[in-house]
T-cell receptor, first 115, second 111 residues
Framework: NAGVTQTPKFQVLKTGQSMTLQCAQD?????MYWYRQDPGMGLRLIYY???????DKGEVPNGYNVSRLNKREFSLRLESAAPSQTSVYFC??????????????FGPGTRLLVL | KQEVTQIPAALSVPEGENLVLNCSFT??????LQWFRQDPGKGLTSLLL?????REQTSGRLNASLDKSSGRSTLYIAASQPGDSATYLC??????????FGTGTSLTVIP
């Protein structure tokens, strides 16, 4: 099991460029998430997908779009990158335990620098 | 909006010491609370998950407690080791699929 994988690991963009961050999980989880992590801010939820074919906004969705391509893959797109989007991006997936609670599994992160 | 706070922001202890990390949240209507560990440059690893109906969970040298009414959780680490050095984050699930994270406590265990 690879768990949650993310590509690329690191990316430098110029302001106005676009790019897509890829995420895949092989644990057959229904729910997937995109977070950004900034110093002093903690992780903030950008978008999530509770199941294949559905997506919902999180706390900070502006400037981003997502696609839940299938059960395994959940991509995050920056249409026109801005320096404020410089951050570390984490993808996660979650499993509903027998007890009904959800535990999240995280990918290694993508470090994005927008100049 | 749920606010999650972790105190202290950084902690340094000698090896072998027992320690407590604190997490507080503003809205007591939570589904569960989870503690994570993050090593530098890495993703997060789940340590313990406490459902809203539970008071504590234990895993090895780790014990997490939850007091929903007061909006507090603690993570107790017994007999700390240098390998415990990492950033510890707590997260609450307030409504379905919405998770709110604290900014973390950076722990250094000195050999």
């Amino acid at each position: 099991n690879a768990g949650v994988t993310q590509t690329p690991k690191f990316q430098v963009l110029k302001t106005g460029q676009s790019m897509t961050l890829q995420c895949a999980q092989d644990m057959n989880h229904n729910s997937m998430y995109w977070y950004r992590q900034d110093p002093g801010m903690g992780l903030r939820l950008i978008y999530y997908s509770a199941s294949e074919g559905t997506t919902d906004k999180g706390e900070v969705p502006n400037g981003y779009n997502v696609s839940r391509l299938n059960k395994r893959e959940f991509s995050l797109r920056l249409e026109s990158a801005a320096p404020s989007q410089t951050s570390v991006y984490f993808c996660a997936s979650s499993d509903v335990l027998r007890t009904g609670a959800e535990t999240q599994y995280f990918g290694p992160g993508t470090r994005l620098l927008v100049l | 909006k749920q606010e999650v706070t972790q105190i202290p922001a950084a902690l340094s202890v000698p090896e072998g010491e027992n320690l407590v990390l604190n997490c507080s949240f503003t809205d007591s209507a939570i589904y569960n609370l989870q503690w994570f560990r993050q090593d530098p440059g890495k993703g997060l690893t789940s340590l313990l998950l406490i459902q809203s109906s539970q008071r504590e969970q234990t895993s090895g040298r780790l014990n997490a407690s939850l007091d929903k009414s007061s909006g507090r959780s603690t993570l107790y680490i017994a007999a700390s080791q240098p390998g415990d050095s990492a950033t510890y984050l707590c997260a609450v699930e307030s409504t379905g699929n919405q998770f709110y994270f604290g900014t973390g406590t950076s722990l250094t265990v000195i050999p």
